[in-house]
């Protein structure tokens, strides 16, 4: 994996990155207004979300993962020999006794809403009253406020210098700092290799929704709002997002959809069944059969991206979705899986 990044970042003409130094331990890093402090690279760590898991996959530190959790998709190809050696300790939230039964000395988390002050998994606190660093990705509490909301509002725009942030600190963390620049090297050849699809494209007139799920077919979907992740990838291809709400993941009426006639949907793809709609095929079938949507001009012209859902998310994936969206909007047509 090392060798792939160091050819990636010679592509990029950034092999001449500066050596970093090696981390000076005690190390405290501010995370999210909470101090975290480190008296040595962590042997032992756990994940709880797909994103912090395939950062530190993409860090070649697979070996130090001793639990992972909350998954959306399956892990990357890559991956897979690395994430079979791993414990799953759940598919979706695991308990706080799963957590601190693998003695890890540091905890990963992808969202607030699993470890903070509402955390279902627990509080900071009560991770740090047991000697246990928690590490927040920033993307999801720098500019965001996740006690509005189920999944929190977005106070900012939702800055991709979070996910370098996250491979950054990360790497400082674990001291291998150099594996760091090569990957968020390779994270900016992706998305400004996204970006030179579109070049001298007129996208003004387009628009797009996220449909992520639903808790039930019957009922208004999960789709993303303005300013958060889902919505900066279609800012940074040139695409509006029909969706108002500043909510992460809010939810809206398919009339509403329909009134908004979005040129594309683009729907999450999903290995969880936490809901009927994480079926990315029971999209479809909704979409081609409902009363209301298959009359929308996306559905009648097969304007339908399948994403995986973890690219709708902060981390290594994202870029790679930005790649598959800017070649259906280059080229007008989705490609089916």
Same mark, same amino acid.
């Given at each position: 994996?090392?060798?792939?990044?160091?050819?990636?970042?010679?592509?990029?003409?950034?092999?001449?990155?500066?050596?970093?130094?090696?981390?000076?331990?005690?190390?405290?890093?501010?995370?999210?207004?909470?101090?975290?402090?480190?008296?040595?690279?962590?042997?032992?760590?756990?994940?709880?979300?797909?994103?912090?898991?395939?950062?530190?996959?993409?860090?070649?530190?697979?070996?130090?993962?001793?639990?992972?959790?909350?998954?959306?998709?399956?892990?990357?190809?890559?991956?897979?020999?690395?994430?079979?050696?791993?414990?799953?300790?759940?598919?979706?939230?695991?308990?706080?006794?799963?957590?601190?039964?693998?003695?890890?000395?540091?905890?990963?988390?992808?969202?607030?809403?699993?470890?903070?002050?509402?955390?279902?998994?627990?509080?900071?606190?009560?991770?740090?009253?047991?000697?246990?660093?928690?590490?927040?990705?920033?993307?999801?509490?720098?500019?965001?406020?996740?006690?509005?909301?189920?999944?929190?509002?977005?106070?900012?725009?939702?800055?991709?210098?979070?996910?370098?942030?996250?491979?950054?600190?990360?790497?400082?963390?674990?001291?291998?700092?150099?594996?760091?620049?090569?990957?968020?090297?390779?994270?900016?050849?992706?998305?400004?290799?996204?970006?030179?699809?579109?070049?001298?494209?007129?996208?003004?007139?387009?628009?797009?929704?996220?449909?992520?799920?639903?808790?039930?077919?019957?009922? +208004?979907?999960?789709?993303?709002? $303005?300013?958060?992740?889902? !919505?900066?990838?279609?800012?940074?291809? %040139? /695409? @509006?997002?029909?969706?108002?709400?500043?909510?992460?993941?809010?939810?809206?009426?398919?009339?509403?959809?329909?009134?908004?006639?979005?040129?594309?949907?683009?729907?999450?793809?999903?290995?969880?069944?936490?809901?009927?709609?994480?079926?990315?095929?029971?999209?479809?079938?909704?979409?081609?059969?409902?009363?209301?949507?298959?009359?929308? +001009?996306?559905?009648?012209?097969? $304007?339908?991206?399948?994403? !995986?859902?973890?690219?709708?998310?902060? %981390? /290594? @994936?994202?870029?790679?979705?930005?790649?598959?969206?800017?070649?259906?909007?280059?080229?007008?047509?989705?490609?089916?899986?």
């Amino acid at each position: 994996m090392l060798a792939r990044l160091i050819t990636l970042a010679a592509t990029f003409s950034l092999a001449g990155l500066a050596q970093a130094a090696a981390t000076q331990y005690p190390l405290t890093i501010d995370n999210c207004g909470k101090p975290q402090t480190f008296a040595q690279a962590p042997e032992r760590a756990v994940t709880i979300g797909q994103a912090g898991t395939e950062i530190l996959y993409s860090l070649g530190l697979g070996d130090k993962l001793v639990g992972t959790s909350l998954w959306f998709n399956n892990v990357l190809p890559e991956f897979k020999a690395q994430n079979d050696k791993v414990e799953r300790l759940a598919d979706n939230d695991p308990s706080f006794e799963a957590v601190i039964g693998k003695r890890p000395q540091l905890l990963t988390v992808q969202f607030e809403w699993m470890v903070g002050p509402q955390g279902v998994v627990g509080t900071r606190e009560q991770f740090s009253d047991l000697k246990i660093p928690t590490y927040l990705l920033p993307s999801d509490c720098e500019g965001k406020d996740n006690l509005v909301g189920a999944d929190g509002t977005r106070t900012q725009n939702f800055q991709i210098d979070t996910i370098y942030k996250s491979v950054s600190q990360l790497a400082e963390i674990f001291d291998v700092q150099e594996r760091g620049q090569q990957l968020n090297a390779e994270l900016k050849g992706r998305l400004d290799n996204a970006t030179r699809k579109l070049a001298g494209k007129d996208l003004s007139n387009t628009s797009a929704v996220f449909w992520f799920s639903s808790a039930d077919l019957e009922i +208004d979907p999960y789709v993303a709002g $303005r300013q958060g992740v889902a !919505d900066f990838m279609l800012q940074t291809l %040139g /695409v @509006r997002n029909v969706v108002e709400s500043s909510e992460e993941w809010p939810t809206v009426g398919w009339e509403t959809l329909a009134k908004a006639n979005p040129t594309w949907i683009i729907i999450a793809r999903m290995d969880r069944r936490r809901f009927p709609a994480d079926d990315f095929q029971k999209k479809l079938e909704f979409l081609h059969q409902d009363p209301v949507t298959k009359n929308m +001009d996306a559905v009648k012209n097969n $304007r339908i991206i399948i994403l !995986d859902a973890d690219a709708m998310q902060a %981390g /290594v @994936r994202l870029f790679r979705g930005l790649e598959t969206l800017a070649s259906a909007f280059a080229s007008g047509k989705a490609e089916q899986p």
